[in-house]
């Protein structure tokens, strides 16, 4: 059996950061949840120890500390909130796998703030030279992670990295969440993964889909 990896969540409190430790919480994985406000990640640890009494879950007090124990650190905050993440996580993940998950949406959800020719997942790999960024989660809602099968069809998670290996293991961790992965080139087409979904809100606002959406690649 593969050793257990250690996933640090930063943001567990939240609608992704909660929707991806459970749904991580049935895997080969030992979870390390952080928030700001640790008595909203004690009730997201208990949901997972109700629903799994066997996860390797806990929370940490500390973005740095859980950081420094993880193999692979998912970045589960808003995008505004990145930077001062990244200060403080730099010199522990240092070498690792960090998991951009952001959308840099504008205030009416219209648009992108990032510049043209960019992308939230290229600016963190800026932020935090030393790790192994890749783009992932960033197309599936919150909703889906509880049910990652929308009419009929598994929901696509695509994936976007520079890195064979940790696209590899990022692979495998949005397989476990229950979404059928999709390597889609390198951290470049964070560009085009971010405005995907920009695109995919626009419409559920539009057309008034309920939030459990997503996108399927069909081919034959
Ligand atoms: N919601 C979706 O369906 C969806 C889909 C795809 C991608 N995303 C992306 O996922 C990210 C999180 O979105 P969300 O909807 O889950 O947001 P959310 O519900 O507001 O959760 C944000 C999380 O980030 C934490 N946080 C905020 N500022 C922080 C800081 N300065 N340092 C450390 N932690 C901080 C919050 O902790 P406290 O609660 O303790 O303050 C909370 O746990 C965003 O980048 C978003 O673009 C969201």
Same mark, same amino acid.
């Given at each position: 059996?593969?050793?257990?990896?250690?996933?640090?969540?930063?943001?567990?409190?939240?609608?992704?950061?909660?929707?991806?430790?459970?749904?991580?919480?049935?895997?080969?994985?030992? /979870?390390?949840?952080?928030?700001?406000?640790?008595?909203?990640?004690?009730?997201?640890?208990?949901?997972?120890?109700?629903?799994?009494?066997?996860?390797?879950?806990?929370?940490?007090?500390?973005?740095?500390?859980?950081?420094?124990?993880?193999?692979?650190?998912?970045?589960?905050?808003?995008?505004?909130?990145?930077?001062?993440?990244?200060?403080?996580?730099?010199?522990?993940?240092?070498?690792?796998?960090?998991?951009?998950?952001?959308?840099?949406?504008?205030?009416?959800?219209?648009? /992108?703030?990032?510049?043209?020719?960019?992308?939230?997942?290229?600016?963190?790999?800026?932020?935090?030279?030393?790790?192994?960024?890749?783009?992932?989660?960033?197309?599936?809602?919150?909703?889906?992670?509880?049910?990652?099968?929308?009419?009929?069809?598994?929901?696509?998670?695509?994936?976007?990295?520079?890195?064979?290996?940790?696209?590899?293991?990022?692979?495998?961790?949005?397989?476990?969440?229950?979404?059928?992965?999709?390597?889609?080139?390198? /951290?470049?087409?964070?560009?085009?993964?971010?405005?995907?979904?920009?695109?995919?809100?626009?419409?559920?606002?539009?057309?008034?889909?309920?939030?459990?959406?997503?996108?399927?690649? /069909?081919?034959?």
């Amino acid at each position: 059996m593969k050793t257990k990896q250690t996933i640090a969540i930063i943001g567990a409190s939240g609608n992704m950061g909660s929707a991806i430790a459970r749904s991580l919480a049935g895997g080969n994985y030992r /979870l390390l949840l952080y928030s700001t406000h640790k008595e909203k990640t004690a009730v997201v640890l208990q949901s997972i120890h109700t629903a799994n009494p066997n996860a390797e879950a806990e929370s940490l007090e500390c973005s740095t500390q859980a950081s420094w124990e993880a193999d692979i650190i998912i970045l589960a905050v808003p995008y505004a909130a990145e930077k001062e993440v990244a200060e403080k996580i730099r010199e522990v993940a240092n070498q690792k796998i960090v998991i951009s998950i952001s959308n840099p949406l504008n205030e009416t959800y219209t648009g /992108l703030v990032t510049a043209p020719g960019s992308s939230a997942g290229e600016e963190l790999q800026q932020l935090l030279p030393h790790s192994k960024v890749v783009k992932a989660f960033n197309t599936t809602y919150a909703a889906d992670f509880a049910i990652p099968i929308i009419d009929g069809k598994q929901v696509d998670g695509f994936i976007a990295g520079n890195d064979e290996e940790a696209l590899q293991t990022v692979k495998h961790i949005v397989a476990t969440a229950g979404f059928n992965p999709v390597i889609a080139g390198d /951290l470049s087409v964070s560009r085009t993964l971010e405005s995907m979904q920009s695109l995919l809100i626009s419409l559920t606002i539009k057309n008034g889909y309920n939030w459990h959406a997503g996108w399927k690649l /069909l081919h034959n």
